[in-house]
């Protein structure tokens, strides 16, 4: 069993800023997530989309403010718990939590933060009858490990920013990679979609647009993928593959949390924001896209906010006998978990005798 101070559920920007904030305070903290990978949407959605209104950022990609995150926490050595999704809770008498995942991994802390975003995040599926015949046995809609397609021929179906970009990775990988898409256009990054085009031309991506992927064959395993042109002279073509990627995005469900007791109102997850953004289960927080109350914004930068309130409380919740005084970083610096100290130079004054 994994054991923590703050269990965090999401690791989107909000749940890893609170690793950062619950650091400050000595506070340990472990993360869940459905997703492969930190970043939530930032990471699976639109990792090359620039983001305008996060503070002292003009203009930011979420890919990169992810990077930043991740780097800006790692001295507080956060624990992961990825690819797998929160399924139940459960507290004890001592006031306590058990929270155990879809695949029976259990966490036990203190206190829990959900900062699931929109919810737990689950592939949009194409509407091919016997796709699910297939899911591991050559379809996948994440790519955990690149190498697992080393000298494969793939192919990935999509138009956004995730399908471009790993069809991109792939070129150099993959024996060949084919990027089926619906339309001409695609909607994802301009330099993604030129490089795409640019790899078209080299032979290294076969780029078939205005088709589907509508069919899947093979016996015990993937084997084979039947493309739909629209072009009707060009009709269905069968493409031998070992490997079958859609991408088409994430699908936000609150998911198993909608049955924990929690209070809901319009698929999120209400709190009290005069003080510290806690749920009706005492020890459960809820901060980010995820909750709501009068006036809430769902930006990032308001669930920054919401965190560090939260881990204050967090704090009070986990020490009742100890008093945490508030330093500006600035003054107290960033003492991590791994050793490492940040803090500003001393000035050193000289008196000059007279």
């Known amino acids: 069993m994994i054991k923590t101070d703050i269990l965090i559920i999401g690791a989107g920007p909000t749940g890893?800023?609170?690793?950062?904030?619950?650091?400050?305070?000595?506070l340990k903290t472990h993360l869940i997530d459905a997703l492969p990978q930190p970043g939530?949407?930032?990471s699976e959605i639109y990792p090359k989309k620039p983001i305008y209104d996060i503070p002292a950022f003009p203009e930011i990609l979420a890919g990169d403010l992810v990077n930043n995150l991740m780097e800006q926490i790692r001295p507080f050595s956060p624990?992961?718990?990825?690819?797998?999704?929160?399924?139940?809770?459960?507290?004890?008498?001592?006031?306590?939590?058990?929270?155990?995942?879809?695949?029976?991994?259990?966490?036990?802390?203190?206190?829990?933060a959900i900062a699931g975003g929109l919810g737990s995040f689950e592939p949009r599926k194409p509407p091919i009858t016997n796709i699910a015949d297939y899911e591991d046995k050559?379809?996948?809609?994440?790519?955990?490990?690149?190498?697992?397609?080393?000298?494969?021929?793939?192919?990935?179906?999509?138009?956004?920013?995730?399908?471009?970009d790993w069809a991109i990775y792939l070129a150099d990988v993959a024996a060949e990679v084919a990027l089926v898409h619906r339309r001409r256009e695609f909607r994802g990054a301009l330099d993604s979609v030129e490089q795409v085009s640019e790899l078209a031309k080299l032979g290294k991506i076969d780029l078939i647009t205005n088709a589907e992927v509508v069919g899947l064959r093979g016996e015990e395993k993937l084997e084979q993928v039947v493309i739909r042109h629209k072009d009707e002279a060009r009709g269905e073509e069968f493409r031998d593959v070992d490997d079958f990627i859609p991408l088409f995005g994430l699908s936000p469900k609150l998911g198993p949390i909608?049955?924990?007791?929690?209070?809901?109102?319009?698929?999120?997850?209400?709190?009290?924001?005069?003080?510290?953004?806690?749920?009706?289960?005492?020890?459960?927080?809820?901060i980010g896209d995820v909750n709501t109350y009068k006036g809430k914004l769902k930006l990032i930068l308001s669930g920054f906010h919401e965190a560090a309130i939260m881990c204050q409380s967090a704090y009070q919740?986990?020490?009742?006998?100890?008093?945490?005084v508030l330093k500006y970083t600035t003054v107290g610096g960033v003492q991590g978990f791994d050793g490492s100290k940040k803090e500003a130079k001393k000035e050193v004054v000289q008196s000059i005798g007279v």
């Open 16 to 26: 890893l800023f609170t690793v950062f904030e619950a650091g400050l305070l000595k």
């Open 40 to 42: 939530g949407q930032c």
């Open 79 to 112: 624990g992961f718990t990825l690819g797998e999704r929160a399924e139940t809770l459960e507290k004890l008498d001592d006031g306590t939590f058990i929270v155990t995942t879809n695949k029976g991994t259990q966490h036990h802390a203190p206190v829990v």
């Open 138 to 164: 050559g379809v996948s809609y994440f790519i955990k490990d690149p190498e697992v397609y080393r000298d494969k021929r793939v192919v990935i179906a999509g138009g956004g920013d995730s399908a471009l």
């Open 258 to 286: 909608g049955s924990w007791g929690l209070e809901i109102e319009k698929n999120a997850i209400k709190v009290d924001n005069s003080y510290d953004y806690q749920t009706n289960i005492p020890g459960v927080y809820a």
């Open 317 to 324: 919740r986990i020490h009742p006998n100890k008093k945490f």
